[in-house]
């Protein structure tokens, strides 16, 4: 279906308020204008159509530039719905709960990583399971699991994995409040028994990186970066364990749906009314899956200072490998915000879009909360990617909420049709990236042709006035399932 979009600002495009459509809100879309020709490819713009027919949303439904059909509502959405009457939706918030992006430093440089590069990524690769079903057995029971979900990376630093200063610069500092094991699923407590510390397969990835330009001296400062340092990223989520809390919640909904009479645009946007019982479980169990995330990222960061120390024969400490940030997506959270004016209590999911707070909001690490939030944007493979640091635009325009990535322009299955494993491979090698991964296919999945032009999502968020590019990095070597 076509719709009338009309400019709004500077890459700012609007789908009006249309009754006949059902819509209680504007669709806003954050876009130049590449972007806006590559987001109308499928049916991103119908499904957020749709979120914004539900009850008691506010003010917009949000869609990024990396903007692309998703599970019901469109991957780089922000719905936020009123604390009061309004509801919660484990499809509108996504199945890999807490997927997330953490930067980790080192005082090291491209001269010093270079030589060890392939040493350096057999470590990687070997220390980290990745792929499909990826598991690693460190004696973890099922009352650690339960612990974890419900303290997250504090449980697991007091075991010995990681620094102190680590929970400092985690979103929720590494574990948000409100988690009751209880209900989850025994299935999904197994599924995620030894799959703390994997990164799993798709999009998900380990990169070694060198900061390519600094683009904001101020904010690079504030954060410990410079030309030339090598930094690692990572990007993975609660695995199977979250996967399954979202499935089991899907099918609860839906039998609540029916119970209650709900008439729903798209049957795979399910919910319930906050304060209902199923409301309740499925929040606390959707924080019990941002705890094991949290701690799984925190396990891998264990590792991946293990395979430097190995590597260069100095403690992570000597090598400077502190956090510069971690922060989620697909993760629902209670916030407030200044809504026209009014301030109001919102659940506000963002599904494939992360937080972007601009400075002084409480929930920022003391570290950052004078300056405003870093926002950490991962490219395609092969590609650049970025910091940015939130600003206080973004508090009034998105719920304080930034794009999460480049986003897809293919689907996994005609990637694989029409893009050559040899072609991404060789782009690579001219390049001189170091390339690990389980799955050959996966090379044509996440090729960067697969995706859209990450320069150009973040000169949208900027160009939009939500978040200002501080940093570019470029990877050195990439480790994939």
Do not use: W
Not at 112 to 130: E, G, H, T, W
């Amino acid at each position: 279906m076509e719709y009338k979009i009309e400019r709004a600002g500077k890459n700012v495009y609007e789908i009006g308020r249309d009754e006949k459509l059902g819509m209680r809100v504007p669709v806003r879309i954050y876009a130049n204008d590449y972007i806006i020709k590559n987001i109308q490819r499928d049916r991103t713009l119908m499904q957020a159509v749709n979120v914004s027919s539900l009850p008691a949303i506010v003010k917009n439904m949000l869609v990024m530039p990396d903007g692309h059909e998703g599970y019901g509502t469109p991957v780089g959405g922000v719905a936020a719905f009123d604390a009061d009457g309004g509801i919660v939706s484990p499809g509108i918030n996504g199945y890999d709960i807490n997927c997330g992006v953490r930067l980790i430093k080192t005082d090291l440089n491209v001269k010093d990583v270079k030589p060890r590069i392939d040493q350096l990524m057999d470590a990687l690769f070997k220390n980290v399971p990745s792929g499909v079903g990826s598991k690693i057995k460190l004696g973890f029971t099922q009352k650690d699991l339960d612990r974890v979900a419900v303290d997250g990376v504090d449980y697991i630093v007091s075991k010995g994995y990681g620094f102190s200063n680590d929970t400092e610069r985690i979103e929720e500092n590494g574990h948000i409040g409100g988690a009751d094991p209880s209900k989850v699923s025994d299935f999904a407590k197994k599924r995620g028994e030894q799959q703390l510390g994997t990164l799993g397969a798709g999009n998900h990835f380990l990169e070694i990186q060198k900061v390519d330009k600094i683009l904001d001296e101020d904010a690079a400062k504030l954060f410990g970066i410079h030309k030339d340092q090598v930094v690692v990223m990572l990007h993975s989520g609660s695995r199977g364990y979250g996967h399954q809390i979202c499935s089991d919640y899907l099918e609860k909904f839906s039998d609540y749906v029916k119970k209650n009479n709900i008439a729903l645009p798209d049957p795979e946007l399910v919910y319930a009314f906050v304060g209902s019982k199923e409301a309740d479980a499925y929040l606390s169990a959707m924080r019990s899956a941002v705890n094991f995330a949290f701690t799984n990222r925190q396990i891998m960061t264990h590792f991946i200072r293990k395979s430097f120390e190995e590597t260069f024969n100095k403690s992570a400490d000597a090598l400077g490998m502190e956090l510069l940030y971690d922060l989620s997506h697909n993760i629902v959270k209670l916030e407030e915000h200044d809504v026209d004016g009014k301030k109001m209590k919102l659940y506000v999911h963002r599904k494939g879009a992360t937080r972007a707070f601009g400075p002084g909001r409480q929930e920022i690490p003391k570290i950052y909360r004078q300056h405003g939030q870093p926002v950490i944007i991962p490219g395609s493979m092969g590609t650049a990617s970025y910091v940015l640091i939130g600003r206080k635009e973004a508090m009034t325009e998105t719920f304080g909420s930034s794009c999460h990535g480049s986003g897809r322009l293919m689907s996994r299955h005609q990637a694989i049709r029409e893009i050559p494993m040899t072609k991404t491979l060789n782009s690579m090698d001219s390049k001189g990236i170091a390339v690990r991964v389980r799955s050959r296919k996966l090379i044509s999945e996440e090729a960067m042709e697969a995706y859209k032009d990450v320069d150009e999502v973040v000169a949208s968020i900027e160009g939009a006035g939500i978040s200002t590019i501080v940093a570019r990095m470029i990877p050195l070597g990439v480790a994939k399932g």
